[in-house]
Every structure is written in C-alpha cells, then in structure tokens.
C-alpha cells in the first residue's frame, strides 16, 4: 500500500464520525522504484491531506517532507521528488491501518489493505 | 470534412460510440455528424464523417479498436464507370499531392461479404488506370495506401446486412486501429485469470469510451483479475482496484500469478493502489458534502454544454465557490488562458480576487476538502449481476444456533476473523456505483459499466439507470444469448454531487428498482438465462422450416 491510497482512505465503521486519518502500524516498509511523473504529482497535489502525508511517512521512516506545503512549492523539482517518493514509491507491505477512534486494525498484507468491515460494525 | 469511416464488422452498437467519445477525447466538441453512404442499411460498415481534419482522424482510427480505416474519399459509384466519373470530378489539387513521383504507393481491393480473386483484384487495380499515378509501387511499407472497396448483393445466404445495391469506393486511407493489440493482450495468454475476466477487445473499447488518457487516474470498484485496468494502463492511466474478495486481489495464484503479474506480464506500470475493500461501504475519506446552491446555479448553467477544458470547469468550482484562501496557483494544470476564458464567462474575476485577499487566513485545508472527494477521471467496470458471478457486500451473519440478534465478534476473535459476507442485489450495486461515481468523478468524467438487459422475442428494453449528476451519452449493446444481452452504459458526469442531490437520487433509484430491476432479480435473470427452453407441443416436427424461416440477417448477433 502507497501512502497515496493512505491519504483516501477513511474508517468506515458505523458510529465513527471521523475515521481520517487512520494510523499507521508498521511491520515491513519496501521501496519499489516507480516513473517519475511531475503532472499526475500536480494533478493529485491539491486533492492531499498534507498533514495526514506528513505524519504517515514519518511512521514510515522518511522525514524529507515540509510540515506545510503549498503549491508554489510544485515549481521545485527537489519538493516534487520528495513527494513522489513519499507518495508512490514506499510501501507498507506488512502491517495495519488503525482506526483514530475505536482503535480497529485493517490488517495490510502483502501490500493489499483489508478494509472489509466485521458483522457487527456494518 | 467528410471522410470515409470504414468499420470492423461487429460489435455494431459500439461503432460511433467509439468515434464519438475518441473525437472528444481528442479535443473536437461538437457532436459528429454521420451520414450513410448511398444504399447502405445502418448496420452496413460504411459510414461517413464529418471530421475536422486529417490530424483528427487519424488519431481517431488509430487509437480506435474498431474503425479498419478512415479514408479520404476520392470517388464512389454504383459501377466501375460511375466510380470513374466520380474519381475524376474529385478535386485535382486534392489528389495531385499524393500521385507524385516521390511518393509511393500501394491499392488494395477489397470487398464486404465476398472474397475477389487474385485475378479480378488485379483488373480492378488496372481499370484504375485513369487516375495518373507517377510514384513507385511499394507493397511493404507505402507512402499512400489507396483502397478499392466494393460491396454487393452476393445473394449468399452470409448473414450480413442487406445490400440493395452494388456500390463501389475508392479513398486514400488515413489511419485504421491497431488490432495487433488484440492478440498481444487476448485472454487466453494471460497469465492470472478469473472466471469472469473481461475480454481484451472490450475492455479497450470500455477504456476508450472512459476517454482514458496518459496522466488520468481510472477505478475499478470490481476489479477481480484486473483485466478491465490492463486496457486503462496501456492507454497510459494511473489505475486503482478494489475487489471484495481478496484471494483474488492480494494472493491470485501465487507470487507470479496474481493481479501485478498481469500488468507485469507486459510491461505496464502497476496499478497506484489494489484493496479489498467494499463497494457497498466505501471506504473513502468524505470529502465536503454541502455546497451552496448558487454553486450548483452556475456549475449546470455553464457547463451545460460542457465544452470548456476540465481545467477551467474545475477552476470556475473553485472561484465561485463560498470557500476562501483559493488563489490562482491553487489549482495547478489551468493556465493564464483559462484564466482569461474564465473571467470572459463569468465576468467576477476581479471580485473573486478581492474576496479572496480579504480572506485569507483561512488554512488550504478548505481548498484540499473540495477537491477530495473529486479525485477519479473515471470509473469502469464489470459489477456482478449474478449470471455468471453473484455480488457480495459486507454485513453477512454467523448463523449460530440459537442466536437471532446480530453477530457480534468475541473480542479475543477479533483478530484474524474472516467477516462473512451478504448477497448484493443488482438494484443495489448498480445504485452504489452511482454514488460512488457521482461523488469521486471530476467533472465531466466519465462512468463506464456493463448492465444485463433480458431479450424477448428479439424485444430489449432499454430502461437504464438514472442519476441527476449524470447524462447517458451512449448505451452499446452486446447479444450474449437468444435471451439476454448486456449493454455497455457511458454516463458523463454533468453535476455536482450534494445532499439534496444524493435524496433525489435515492428516489430515482427506488422507482427505477419498482419498475424494471426487480423482474432482473430473485434469480430471475440467472434463470432466464440457463434455465433450459421448453418447446411447445408440435413445433419439432416444424424444425426444418423452422430453419428456412430463420432471418438471412443476423444483426447485432455478430
């Protein structure tokens, strides 16, 4: 799982107001080398929460990412890197997402989140 | 121009869809204008089209999967000496370019519902000979490709549209599909398979009817073995899976057999993100759900049409929106022009702008709330309809002796416990996808989908789903059986997505459900198409003129 799916995904369990960002357990972090692609980085940049970016590639081991971002900062090929790093390139291969509020782990195995909910939380 | 469109013989329904949406992709608005060629019946492969320029269709034909060729056309007639009249009438600076002794060139002759031997080929190549050819023949790799094309009556019982006259075209080809794709990315060398994987020459016309482009971010809320994405990825999409079953999306086969391994397998950049995830309970971060009325106002006025570039719809949202700190390098990809075309249509740009610097202290938080929940250029899929594979939601139950209430999880099984899951009805998944397309699409993007519809009597009704955010601009229909067909559905998103709009659909899907979906449920489809045909009393003995009665013309059966 990318941390570009992370900053999508929310709990969705029934009752739990505010499910984003989920929390981020890790047991196994690759990188895989991923095209370098400025436009779709340009095209996802205002569609982020930074904050929730931020915090998830910290959990992940990388701390190049600017606490605060805006979108001048798109014209630096340096920050634009950084992003596509931090968005596409590290995976959270084995670990879970946790949920803000009731603590509910969403295993991710083998890179596949599983955010099927149980009988009791639909 | 009018140029000649020339089309594979099959899949009928999909042929001007495809165009269409591939002259819109490419950035030509208006909708085509057709006309039929002289005698021929609409099912015929002739068309012609009126395209803006060569450039246009060529990239057209050659994107497309079904479109043989799009020809320049030079000449056409009933009989060779028609042909030739019409030939020579054809404007001269027109044809002198292309007849230079620099060029070469290469005729083909060709017919539709005979094959010509290699000898008339050769005299109707020589009857040519008015036309004052001065470059080299060149059968391997010609500068000019010219086509003697020529359809008939054969009086073959073959199954092809009625000809009621002889009629003969010659024209310079343009550009035609590239149909090598087809045996590169057929099924059958694929290497992780599922029982309902989607054919590879649909799943490019799906992805060409979704507009898929480099850079563009396309979904698959049912994406099974990935098969519909394989076709986005080759266009260039940036892809994204969900799947409620997740042997299929995490495990496949084993390491090299697996959903990755299918993009592997040709080099395509992998999927952006695969989860197991459940349509009817998304998973997705909510984006802002109410917008102001006003907003909506201007968003349908202005983009009735829907001819401005997506970059100036999304910074006209983001201008006229009640949301603060938005300026105009917020909004990456729309450039100064738009800007201008922008303060043309709707004439506030300077009040915007002092708005805007007056409240700026608000965070980017706000601007990052109204993109997100527009993050998909579009949606394509397969959604299970119960024929060959039945859907599933989560909310399933333990049936545990005794136990009436719901299920609850014991805590010291929570980890590890495999949730069961509930049937998903066709009314109710169909309806999901809706919501979620309306809520995830950019504006004017694009949902593409396949919907079961049952045959009667050679009778389809075509009642498809409906949602205020949405306008159908194309429903393609595919003849699986005598009894059922399934329609590819091409809805393009025209309006935005906000709580009174999500009521009025809720409603437009109840009735939708009442009226047409319910005779497709409760195993009535699945039966209808595998339950066996019981034949009246007496009409065996009738086969055989049965057979003779049987209609020459098969039709969309093709």
């Known amino acids: ?122 | 121009m009018w140029y000649l469109c020339v089309f594979f013989h099959r899949l009928l329904d999909y042929r001007r869809a495809e165009v269409e949406s591939l002259a819109e992709m490419l950035g030509f608005f208006p909708s085509l204008e057709w006309r039929l060629p002289e005698n021929q019946h609409p099912d015929s492969p002739f068309h012609l089209v009126n395209l803006p320029s060569e450039d246009v269709a060529r990239n057209i034909a050659n994107r497309s999967i079904l479109v043989k060729g799009i020809y320049e056309l030079w000449g056409e007639g009933s009989s060779l000496e028609q042909l030739e009249e019409s030939i020579k009438s054809y404007p001269e600076d027109r044809k002198l370019p292309y007849l230079t002794c620099e060029t070469t060139f290469k005729v083909t002759v060709d017919s539709f519902g005979k094959a010509i031997s290699f000898q008339e080929q050769n005299d109707r190549i020589k009857s040519l000979a008015y036309i004052p050819f001065k470059g080299r023949v060149n059968l391997k790799n010609p500068d000019i490709n010219f086509w003697l094309m020529e359809t008939d009556d054969y009086g073959a019982h073959n199954g092809l549209p009625p000809v009621v006259q002889r009629r003969i075209f010659f024209g310079r080809l343009v550009g035609g599909a590239d149909r090598k794709l087809l045996p590169t990315y057929e099924l059958k060398s694929r290497r992780y398979l599922g029982p309902t994987a989607m054919d590879a020459e649909v799943a490019f016309l799906m992805a060409n009817q979704a507009q898929v482009m480099p850079g563009k971010l396309v979904y698959d809320p049912f994406v099974g073995t990935g098969s519909i994405l394989v076709a986005a990825a080759h266009f260039g999409a940036m892809t994204m899976g969900a799947d409620i079953d997740i042997r299929a999306v995490r495990d496949g086969r084993g390491p090299d057999c697996n959903v990755w391994s299918n993009f592997k397998q040709y080099g395509l950049p992998l999927p952006v993100a695969l989860l197991r995830a459940d349509n009817n309970l998304p998973p997705w971060r909510p984006g802002l759900k109410e917008r102001l009325d006003h907003l909506l106002k201007i968003e349908t006025t202005l983009f009735k049409h829907c001819t401005l570039p997506r970059c100036v719809k999304d910074m006209v949202l983001v201008l006229v929106s009640p949301i603060p700190s938005i300026k105009e390098d917020d909004m990456p990809g729309a450039s100064a022009s738009a800007w201008t075309v922008l303060h043309k249509v709707t004439g506030k740009r300077s009040e915007t702008e002092e708005a805007l610097r007056n409240r700026n202290h608000a965070g980017p938080k706000h601007l990052t709330c109204l993109a997100a929940f527009i993050i998909f250029d579009a949606i394509i899929c397969d959604p299970p309809y119960g024929v060959r594979a039945g859907g599933r939601k989560s909310g399933g139950r333990k049936l545990l002796k005794g136990i009436v209430a719901p299920y609850t999880v014991p805590d010291d099984k929570r980890t590890g416990h495999i949730p069961s899951t509930a049937p998903y009805s066709l009314a109710e998944c169909v309806h999901d996808l809706l919501d979620l397309a309306a809520r995830m699409l950019v504006m004017g993007g694009r949902l593409v989908y396949f919907y079961p519809v049952l045959r009667e009597n050679d009778v389809v009704e075509n009642h498809f789903p409906e949602h205020p955010c949405f306008k159908l601009i194309a429903s393609s229909e595919q003849i699986l059986s005598s009894r059922y067909s399934r329609v590819l559905l091409t809805m393009v998103k025209t309006g935005s997505y906000t709580e009174k709009v999500a009521e009025a659909a809720t409603i437009k899907h109840q009735e939708f459900k009442e009226n047409y979906v319910k005779r497709l449920e409760d195993g009535n489809l699945h039966s209808s198409v595998f339950s066996p045909v019981h034949p009246q009393l007496g009409e065996e003995t009738d086969s055989k003129s049965c057979k003779e009665l049987k209609p020459k013309y098969r039709g969309k059966y093709v």
């Open chain 1, 1 to 122: 799982m990318r941390l570009f799916t992370h900053n999508m995904l929310s709990s969705n369990i029934k009752g739990v107001a505010n499910g984003f960002p989920l929390r981020i357990e890790v047991d196994q972090v690759v990188e895989k080398q991923v095209d370098f692609n400025p436009d779709f980085l340009k095209n996802m940049f205002p569609k982020l929460e930074w904050k929730a970016l931020v915090d998830a590639a910290r959990t992940m081991g990388y701390t190049e990412l600017p606490e605060e971002a805006d979108s001048s900062m798109l014209e630096s090929e340096e920050f634009l890197r950084k992003l596509h790093h931090a968005l596409l390139e590290l995976h959270l291969e084995e670990g879970a997402l946790v949920c803000p509020e009731t603590g509910r782990k969403f295993p991710v195995n083998k890179g596949i989140p599983n955010m099927l909910l149980h009988e009791d939380e639909v």
